[in-house]
């Protein structure tokens, strides 16, 4: 029987990045993908993580959990980035955990040393403790309800999900210190007005911290700004411009900007 492979890429928001982590932070709450129906091993795993401040940094651990709905109801918070995973909360989402592992990203983290301000990450989830390559990985097999069955957000729309795939939730716990500060600052007067389509920053080069298609937070108040069009940087400024219709919020002069998806994962699933 020929096998049958899927990916899909998943972007969690994490709003809380200037404050070191502790172990058992929370990383990030459930994440909501879809992929197709079936019983689906997880057979790999990439990753795109940011360091701090411009220099390749956050070459942690961190314990990845997945879950899928109850009768159409999602796996209830585990708590906000950078809060204590509490017993409470845990409890509360046990009904719904089909699956976990150790992302050992102190042994993944060498593939991307050629990169400045970032790591890149290929290779499989831990499902024997924490022993990195010499730790031997059971399969990872995900099996969720139909994701007709559950309603998400998007563009401040709640939609239902789509007809021949299933829903699967993916979250993770810290387990070192992360911090994904950027030390990348406003830098103008009177900050910048709602609708704003161009801003100018200083601090960190935004050139080696940001790309277009990229969508920006303030990480001191945790605002969501706009997607980012293009970034320039002269030396001694960094210019981005953002997609119309501008920030959605107003900036002040010495805000940290910041990426609200800081992490990109790709999964990749064989059926």
Do not use: C
Not at 121 to 130: E, F, Q, R, V, W
């Amino acid at each position: 029987m020929r096998s049958k492979y899927f990916s899909v890429e998943v972007q969690p928001v994490i709003t809380s990045q200037t404050v070191n982590y502790s172990a058992n932070d929370v990383l990030f709450d459930w994440t909501r993908f879809e992929i197709p129906l079936g019983t689906a091993r997880l057979v790999s795993i990439m990753a795109t993580i940011p360091g701090t401040d411009g220099a390749a940094a956050n070459e942690l651990d961190a314990d990845i959990y997945f879950a899928k709905s109850v009768d159409g109801v999602d796996p209830p918070t585990l708590g906000n980035s950078n809060t204590a995973l509490s017993n409470t909360k845990a409890i509360a989402a046990r009904p719904h955990m089909i699956g976990g592992g150790r992302w050992d990203g102190t042994e993944l983290a060498d593939l991307g040393g050629a990169f400045t301000s970032y790591n890149l990450y290929n290779g499989s989830l831990m499902t024997a403790g924490a022993a990195g390559v010499t730790s031997k990985s059971a399969p990872i097999l995900l099996e969720g309800e139909r994701s007709e069955l559950t309603t998400y957000v998007e563009d401040n729309e709640t939609v239902r999900g789509t007809s021949g795939y299933q829903a699967i939730y993916m979250a993770a716990s810290a387990q070192g210190v992360y911090n994904f500060g950027t030390a990348m600052l406003v830098d103008n007067g009177p900050g910048y007005a709602e609708g704003s389509t161009s801003i100018n920053l200083d601090g960190t080069a935004g050139d080696i911290l940001v790309a277009p298609g990229d969508r920006l937070l303030a990480l001191n108040d945790g605002a969501v700004l706009g997607y980012v069009e293009a970034v320039t940087d002269d030396g001694s400024h960094t210019t981005i411009t953002i997609k119309s219709p501008g920030i959605n919020m107003a900036i002040q002069d010495g805000d940290e900007i910041g990426l609200l998806y800081p992490i990109t994962y790709r999964l990749g699933f064989e059926y």
